[in-house]
């Protein structure tokens, strides 16, 4: 395993943050909500910035420099995603809105020629509502069911239970890397190995593990694999599609508009290649580039050693709450992402988050997106820290200092 980084080499990457630097509520800001949205780097920002300075254009449209550029910048941002992943073309990497809207593409576009009456569609009581709904309106749509994969109360995965509910009518599996409410990290390569052996596809929800550890589709197998740009220190409003060519090839359109069509007439029209199919209308240029450069500051980082500070982190963190009374951590899978969620006995989460953040700690309460789970724990929410590699042990101690603070005040 890889050395965790150094306190130095978390202040040097702090300083590349420029929101982390600032005074919440008259406190310096302590920011443990990298689940539901990461910083951005100040390359990130800048990249930003330079496009709409310099090359902002619409893209594909050719005919002058700025069209050419903002295309340029665009395609390769493309090959950034393709190799970030380890993609095999970049005709597999289409662009989309973010996690949810890859999900509800493939769920539309793939669920509506592939699922019949009596099929199943398998999915994770830990799912995020974005990988459960999308698959229940192509269910309503198609006659086929949602069944929920059991989880047990560590928050793992029953794969015993998993492979009963295998069979022929099982068309496709949803599951996501790791769970944004619990941090539990699946065992993914298991889960398509055995989803497959049924003929069933898979699609895996990345939205939380792009950010902790490098993603390899083609050594994974899945069939399809989605993230969201803002949760990889890129921007909101661009996400990706990653699918297995065949398969995307064989998929009908999601959206019809502009850049998807080959040609428009009254009687008929003819759709583009890969990856143009799936991205009707003018696309997140800016978002686009703003991601790639989010991937090329990750490039300039040891990954292994990011992982390592963040499992440091997040173990850290959990001894700590395991010592305060009546704190109940929800979510005890062996294998986590840096995700502590937790109940304090006698408080409401929106009570405690709101109290964080008066000393200017930001941490996010509620259901998390995961209704089906927070009512097999048993509670409408829970206050969830999650961590990134910028985080520190001080901000850590800070968490803990403020929950001390507020149970003397509470009970
Ligand atoms: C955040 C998240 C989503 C939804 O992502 P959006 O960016 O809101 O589309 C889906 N699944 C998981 C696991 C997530 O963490």
């Given at each position: 395993m890889s050395q965790p980084l150094?306190?130095?080499e978390v202040?040097?990457i702090?300083?590349?943050?420029?929101?982390?630097?600032?005074?919440?509520?008259?406190?310096?800001?302590?920011?443990l909500?990298n689940a539901?949205?990461t910083?951005?780097?100040?390359?990130?920002?800048?990249?930003?910035?330079?496009?709409?300075?310099?090359?902002?254009?619409?893209?594909?449209?050719?005919?002058?420099?700025?069209?050419?550029?903002?295309?340029?910048?665009?395609?390769?941002?493309?090959?950034?995603?393709?190799?970030?992943?380890?993609?095999?073309?970049?005709?597999?990497?289409?662009?989309?809105?973010?996690?949810?809207?890859?999900?509800?593409?493939?769920?539309?576009?793939?669920?509506?020629?592939?699922?019949?009456?009596?099929?199943?569609?398998?999915?994770?009581?830990?799912?995020?509502?974005?990988?459960?709904?999308?698959?229940?309106?192509?269910?309503?749509?198609?006659?086929?069911?949602?069944?929920?994969?059991?989880?047990?109360?560590?928050?793992?995965?029953?794969?015993?239970?998993?492979?009963?509910?295998?069979?022929?009518?099982?068309?496709?599996?949803?599951?996501?890397?790791v769970?944004?409410?619990?941090g539990?990290i699946?065992?993914?390569?298991?889960?398509?190995?055995?989803?497959?052996?049924?003929?069933?596809?898979?699609?895996?929800?990345?939205?939380q593990a792009i950010a902790h550890w490098?993603?390899?589709?083609?050594?994974?197998?899945?069939?399809?694999?989605?993230?969201?740009?803002?949760?990889?220190?890129?921007?909101?409003?661009?996400?990706?599609?990653?699918?297995?060519?065949?398969?995307?090839?064989?998929?009908?359109?999601?959206?019809?508009?502009?850049?998807?069509?080959?040609?428009?007439?009254?009687?008929?029209?003819?759709?583009?290649?890969?990856?143009?199919?799936?991205?009707?209308?003018?696309?997140?240029?800016?978002?686009?580039?703003?991601?790639?450069?989010?991937?090329?500051?990750l490039?300039?980082l040891d990954r292994a050693a990011l992982a390592a500070h963040e499992d440091a982190l997040l173990a850290y963190a959990t001894?700590?709450?395991?010592?305060?009374?009546?704190?109940?951590?929800?979510?005890?899978?062996?294998?986590k992402a840096a995700v502590l969620?937790?109940?304090?006995?006698?408080?409401?989460?929106?009570?405690?988050?709101?109290?964080?953040?008066?000393?200017?700690?930001?941490?996010?309460?509620?259901?998390?997106?995961?209704?089906?789970?927070?009512?097999?724990?048993?509670?409408?929410?829970?206050?969830?820290a999650s961590f990134s590699f910028y985080n520190t042990f001080?901000e850590i101690?800070?968490?803990?200092?403020?929950?001390?603070?507020?149970?003397?005040?509470?009970?």
């Amino acid at each position: 395993m890889s050395q965790p980084l150094t306190t130095l080499e978390v202040e040097k990457i702090r300083a590349d943050f420029p929101i982390l630097h600032q005074q919440v509520n008259g406190y310096p800001l302590v920011y443990l909500d990298n689940a539901a949205t990461t910083q951005k780097p100040q390359a990130v920002i800048d990249a930003l910035v330079y496009y709409y300075t310099h090359d902002n254009s619409n893209v594909h449209r050719g005919a002058h420099a700025l069209s050419d550029r903002a295309t340029a910048k665009f395609e390769s941002a493309r090959k950034s995603v393709a190799d970030f992943i380890n993609a095999a073309h970049t005709q597999q990497i289409i662009w989309t809105r973010g996690t949810t809207e890859s999900i509800n593409l493939v769920a539309a576009s793939w669920g509506a020629d592939n699922l019949q009456t009596g099929d199943k569609v398998l999915v994770s009581a830990l799912e995020h509502h974005s990988d459960i709904v999308p698959w229940q309106m192509i269910a309503e749509k198609t006659g086929a069911r949602v069944i929920p994969i059991p989880v047990d109360n560590s928050g793992t995965i029953e794969m015993e239970a998993f492979v009963a509910l295998l069979d022929s009518r099982v068309k496709m599996v949803a599951v996501n890397h790791v769970s944004n409410a619990l941090g539990t990290i699946n065992p993914v390569a298991e889960i398509i190995k055995q989803a497959h052996a049924v003929g069933a596809k898979v699609l895996i929800d990345g939205a939380q593990a792009i950010a902790h550890w490098p993603v390899d589709v083609q050594a994974m197998n899945c069939d399809f694999y989605v993230f969201s740009g803002h949760k990889l220190f890129g921007p909101t409003g661009i996400g990706v599609l990653y699918g297995r060519r065949k398969l995307l090839e064989q998929m009908p359109p999601y959206q019809g508009g502009g850049e998807m069509i080959e040609t428009v007439s009254f009687s008929g029209t003819t759709f583009n290649q890969l990856p143009y199919k799936f991205e009707a209308g003018t696309p997140d240029i800016a978002g686009a580039i703003g991601l790639a450069a989010a991937i090329d500051y990750l490039n300039t980082l040891d990954r292994a050693a990011l992982a390592a500070h963040e499992d440091a982190l997040l173990a850290y963190a959990t001894k700590k709450a395991l010592a305060v009374p009546g704190l109940k951590v929800i979510g005890t899978a062996k294998s986590k992402a840096a995700v502590l969620g937790f109940v304090i006995e006698g408080t409401h989460p929106s009570d405690i988050g709101m109290l964080l953040d008066q000393q200017g700690i930001a941490v996010r309460t509620g259901h998390h997106c995961a209704q089906p789970l927070m009512q097999q724990f048993g509670t409408p929410g829970t206050v969830r820290a999650s961590f990134s590699f910028y985080n520190t042990f001080e901000e850590i101690d800070r968490l803990f200092a403020a929950l001390d603070k507020i149970r003397q005040l509470l009970l």
